[in-house]
C-alpha cells in the first residue's frame, strides 16, 4: 500500500472574480518507509498538496487515496477522525500552546482522542526523552529555544503513532545548524517502514536528506526521483 497516491488532481482557489490554479493536474505516489519530499518556489501549490492529500482540502477533480482510504467517500467527521488517527503534522510555525508545559503540548493528540491527561503525558515524556528533550519536559514554550519548542511540535506528531508524517516547511524559522538536527530526527523516524515521512520544503540546504525527491512548478509536478 501507498501512503499517498494522487491521480489527475486539480485545485482551482476562487476568491472573487480571481481564480488561482494550485494543482494543475498532478499525479504523484509518496510510498511507505521512505522520506519523501517535495520541493519548489513559494506559491509553487506545495501546502495545497499536502492538504489536499489529508483531506484538510477538496480537491476541484482528481482522485487522493490516502492509506488505501479514497478521501471523497469519507465525510468531513470521517476526515477529521481519519487526520486524527492516521497523521502527523509538523508546520513551520511550532504552534504550541503557550500556557502548557512541553510535556501537555507533546500530549495533546492522545488526549483529543479521550487518552486521560496522566497516561498521555506520560507516553508524552517517553518520546520526548527519545528526542533529547528530558530535561526540558515541565517548561513552558517561552522558556524553550526555536530548535528545542520544534522537537516539542515532533513529539506532538509522533505520540498518537501516526501512519504518515507531514512536515511543511519544519526549518524554515531554524538556524543551519538546528534545522539540520530536525532533519536528523525526521530522517530517523522515517526509517521505520510501516511509516512516510512527507516533508515540504523550499530551503535547498535540505534536499539530500530525502530519499524521494518531487519537484514542482506553477502547480505541476516537474520530476519524481527515488534514491
Ligand atoms: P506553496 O506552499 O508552494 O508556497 P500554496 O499551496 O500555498 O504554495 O499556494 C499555491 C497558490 O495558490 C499560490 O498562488 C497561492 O497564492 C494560492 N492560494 C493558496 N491558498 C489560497 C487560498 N486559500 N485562496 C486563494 N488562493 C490561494
Ligand atoms: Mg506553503
Not at 510510498?31 to 489529508?54: D, R
Not at 507516553?123 to 528545542?148: E, F, V
Not at 525526521?186 to 512516510?196: C, Q
Amino acid at each position: 500500500m501507498n501512503a499517498i497516491q494522487l491521480t489527475n488532481v486539480s485545485k482551482q482557489y476562487q476568491s472573487g472574480d480571481q481564480s488561482t490554479l494550485a494543482l494543475d493536474n498532478v499525479t504523484l505516489t509518496i510510498p511507505m518507509g521512505k522520506l519523501s519530499m517535495l520541493v519548489g518556489p513559494s506559491g509553487c501549490g506545495k501546502t495545497t498538496l499536502i492538504s489536499v492529500a489529508s483531506g484538510i482540502l477538496t480537491p476541484t477533480s482528481g482522485e487522493v487515496v490516502t492509506l488505501g482510504y479514497p478521501l471523497s467517500t469519507l465525510s468531513d467527521t470521517q476526515k477529521v477522525t481519519f487526520r486524527r488517527q492516521h497523521i502527523g503534522f509538523i508546520f513551520q510555525q511550532f504552534n504550541l500552546l503557550s500556557s502548557l508545559t512541553a510535556a501537555e503540548n507533546a500530549a495533546m493528540p492522545l488526549v483529543a482522542s479521550g487518552v486521560p491527561l496522566h497516561k498521555a503525558t506520560q507516553q508524552a515524556i517517553t518520546l520526548l526523552n527519545d528526542l533529547g528533550m528530558g530535561a526540558h519536559c515541565h517548561k513552558l514554550p517561552r522558556q524553550l529555544s526555536g530548535g528545542q519548542q520544534q522537537r516539542v511540535a515532533i513529539a506532538r506528531s509522533l505520540v498518537h503513532e501516526p501512519d504518515i508524517i507531514i512536515c511543511d516547511e519544519p526549518t524554515a524559522s531554524l538556524d543551519g545548524k538546528t534545522g539540520h538536527d530536525v532533519m536528523e530526527i525526521l530522517r530517523h523516524i522515517a526509517n521505520d517502514p510501516k511509516r512516510a515521512v512527507l516533508i515540504v520544503s523550499h530551503d535547498t540546504r535540505v534536499f539530500s536528506f530525502a530519499d524521494h525527491l518531487v519537484e514542482m512548478a506553477d502547480g505541476q509536478m516537474l520530476t519524481s526521483t527515488s534514491n
